[in-house]
Structures are given as C-alpha cells and as structure tokens.
Nanobody
Framework: QVQLVESGGGLVQAGGSLRLSCAASGRTYSSYIMAWFRQAPGKEREFVARINWSGGITYYADPVKGRFTISRDNAKNTVYLQMNSLKPEDTAVYYC?????????????????WGQGTQVTVSS
C-alpha cells in the first residue's frame, strides 16, 4: 500500500512558478513509478509527467515539455513537480499517482494509488 499527499498548489500569475510536492508512505515507495496528472473543470484527467524509480527516466506531456520538471527524492519519499512559465491553461487540480507497473506511462488506469489533489490556479 502507498498513501500519497500532495502540497504546494496555489494561485500564481501567468509566467510565474510553483513547486508541487507529493509525500508518499509505504515501504516499497522507492520501487514505484510516480506520475503527475491534472484535471481542469469539465475536462478529463490528463497526464502531465512520469518518473521511474531511480529518477533517471522521465516522460512529459507535450503541453508542459520545457516548462515542467518532475523529480524524486527516495530518501525523503517525495516526488516533485517544478512548474515554470505557468499559463492560464495550466489551471487544474494536480494529482500525484503511483504504480508498481514498470511499463506505465500516461494512462490513468495504469496507476493504482492516488493523492487527494492540490489546486493550481494561474491568473492572466
């Protein structure tokens, strides 16, 4: 079992930055694939970024490439999402997710554990 708790969301102006954190509990956290998804009002949940257990392999959705960076600190059981050059279209609830499936990348159904979400609002 893995429990996930996100933090770091808030209100920021366009062009600004935020860093989201996801604290995980569970003995096998370090072996899990971790990801961030987001869901805007009236839209489906969409993939944002994914990182493997060692932190050496990352994937990003096209809309966030070059602006967002996913990282993890296994000693602290925490995964991060650094978001720079934020745009109003980045406004959403951001969710942290975890899975033991090594092939999981961008599909929400591949992830077994989810946090409660943290709101990110970008004003124009």
């Amino acid at each position: 079992q893995v429990q996930l708790v996100e933090s770091g969301g808030g209100l920021v102006q366009a062009g600004g930055s935020l860093r989201l954190s996801c604290a995980a509990s569970g003995r096998t956290y370090s072996s899990y694939i971790m990801a961030w998804f987001r869901q805007a009002p009236g839209k489906e949940r969409e993939f944002v970024a994914r990182i493997n257990w060692s932190g050496g392999i990352t994937y990003y959705a096209d809309p966030v490439k070059g602006r967002f960076t996913i990282s993890r600190d296994n000693a602290k059981n925490t995964v991060y999402l650094q978001m720079n050059s934020l745009k109003p279209e980045d406004t959403a609830v951001y969710y942290c997710a975890a899975t033991s499936r090594s092939t999981a990348v961008a599909r929400a159904y591949e992830y077994d554990y989810w946090g409660q979400g943290t709101q990110v609002t970008v004003s124009s």
